[in-house]
């Protein structure tokens, strides 16, 4: 047998001396997350209020006002947050993935570096938000909802107002 380094020959010897059972995988004792005594917040008035860097996922905040709250690095993954008002709110980084976002007004938030893949957005409002950054894949924020968008123009006459067009003689 011929190892390439010193360290081999210590680690083959312990590989042989452990019994193959024990090298099996052991199962992790995994504690399902509890979620904080005010998970049911909805119609909640949050305004201003700092959430920044907190563990909210799957929160019910369904018609709550969020209006200039601070949720910078805020983990909203799986919240509904249908109907809330979240004008001027700051989301910067934070997590809103699989987050219900129909109907919900986010005019003037920041919502740069957030992650808002596969989110619900029916009927959101986004006018005047900030998107820099922002991973919208799956997601119709951009669209938000059935806003229409401006009328297209007219199509252009080839003739009109082109006296060129007429062979000279």
Same mark, same amino acid.
């Given at each position: 047998?011929?190892?390439?380094s010193?360290?081999?020959?210590?680690?083959?010897?312990?590989?042989?001396?452990?019994?193959?059972?024990?090298?099996?995988?052991?199962?992790?004792?995994?504690?399902?997350?509890?979620?904080p005594?005010w998970?049911?917040?909805? %119609?909640? #008035? !949050? +305004? @201003?209020?700092?959430?920044? *860097?907190?563990? &909210?996922?799957?929160?019910?905040?369904?018609? =709550? $006002? /969020?209006?200039?709250?601070?949720?910078?690095?805020?983990?909203?993954?799986?919240?509904?947050?249908? %109907?809330? #008002? !979240? +004008? @001027?709110?700051?989301?910067? *980084?934070?997590? &809103?993935?699989?987050?219900?976002?129909?109907? =919900? $007004? /986010?005019r003037?938030a920041?919502?740069?570096?957030?992650?808002?893949?596969?989110?619900?957005?029916? %009927?959101?409002?986004?006018? @005047?938000?900030?998107l820099? *950054?922002?991973?919208?894949?799956?997601?119709?924020?951009v669209?938000?909802?059935?806003?229409?968008?401006?009328?297209?123009?007219?199509?252009?006459?080839?003739l009109?107002?082109?006296?060129?067009?007429?062979?000279?003689?």
């Amino acid at each position: 047998m011929r190892f390439l380094s010193p360290a081999q020959p210590a680690l083959a010897a312990l590989l042989l001396a452990v019994p193959a059972a024990s090298l099996a995988a052991q199962p992790i004792a995994v504690q399902p997350y509890a979620l904080p005594p005010w998970q049911q917040c909805r %119609g909640c #008035d !949050l +305004r @201003g209020a700092d959430l920044s *860097g907190l563990l &909210l996922t799957g929160m019910d905040l369904r018609d =709550a $006002d /969020l209006r200039d709250a601070d949720l910078r690095g805020s983990n909203l993954e799986g919240a509904d947050l249908s %109907g809330a #008002d !979240l +004008r @001027g709110a700051r989301l910067q *980084g934070s997590w &809103l993935s699989n987050a219900d976002l129909s109907e =919900a $007004d /986010l005019r003037q938030a920041n919502l740069q570096d957030a992650v808002v893949i596969q989110a619900l957005t029916p %009927g959101v409002q986004i006018e @005047g938000a900030v998107l820099v *950054g922002a991973d919208i894949r799956g997601s119709a924020l951009v669209i938000g909802g059935e806003e229409a968008g401006p009328q297209p123009l007219p199509p252009l006459d080839p003739l009109d107002g082109d006296q060129d067009q007429k062979p000279r003689r």
